[in-house]
């Protein structure tokens, strides 16, 4: 069965560092999105990505973040300056189509993001 | 705002059946989803509801009311596998994915 791959699977960097979480999405899909879970909490939706360029982004998603399609496989999310409190696990997710009304999104297997 | 509302732990035993509720309170509705999620792991699709009533996957099955912002996950034949958290998520008018807080499943011999 076809999956969505992260790398790293795990990323240690200085706080006010540059970082960038990359993403393989399922090949046939169309739609791709990225949230964030710290520890012990909640999904958290950060964006979504359509046609090249950003369908919604959430509050979190500052002028700190950016994302990108460098080519026509990867997904990426670059964090621009980390702070402390940007440690959580960062998971992508793809899909079909965003308005296929059962088509669930399929999670890469997530990059933990730690910040020292 | 929007919100869902989850127990935050469940207990169970082996062998027998356990339902998790799950409410919600979001600005518009497309579809509610279920995922399981184990520790250090990503989140896995488990079902979907977008309309009123049951549906049933082997073990698993979910239902949905719309009129009252209400959907529950029933697992039957709890198996050890099964300790893990479930994932409520609504998808919104946005067709954004709202998502609650988890439960986590503890399953006892």
């Known amino acids: 069965e076809p999956e969505v791959t992260q790398t790293p699977s795990h990323q240690v960097t200085q706080m006010g560092q540059e970082v960038i979480l990359r993403c393989v999405p399922i090949?046939?899909?169309?739609?791709f999105y990225w949230y964030r879970q710290i520890l012990g909490q909640k999904v958290e939706f950060l964006v979504s990505f359509y046609n090249n360029e950003i369908s919604e982004k959430s509050e979190i998603f500052d002028d700190q973040f950016s994302v990108e399609r460098p080519d026509g496989s990867n997904f990426t999310l670059k964090i621009r300056s980390t702070k402390l409190e940007d440690s959580a696990m960062y998971f992508c997710?793809?899909?079909?189509?965003?308005?296929?009304?059962?088509?669930?999104?399929?999670f890469g297997d997530g990059t933990r993001l730690s910040i020292l | 705002g929007q919100n869902i509302d989850q127990p935050t732990e469940m207990t169970a035993t082996e062998g027998a059946i356990v339902q998790i509720n799950c409410t919600y309170q979001?600005?518009?509705?497309?579809?509610l989803f279920w995922y399981q999620q184990h520790a250090g792991e990503a989140p896995t699709f488990l079902s979907y509801n977008v309309l009123d009533g049951l549906e049933e996957k082997g073990r698993f099955s979910s239902f949905l009311s719309r009129s009252k912002g209400y959907s529950y996950l029933l697992l039957k034949e709890l198996q050890m596998k099964d300790s893990a958290s479930y994932l409520c998520a609504v998808r919104d008018s946005n067709y954004q994915l709202i998502w609650g807080a988890g439960t986590k499943l503890i399953i006892k011999p």
């Open positions: 090949s046939n899909h169309l739609y």
């Open positions: 979001t600005s518009g509705f497309n579809g």
């Open positions: 997710a793809s899909t079909t189509g965003r308005y296929e009304s059962n088509q669930p999104q399929h």
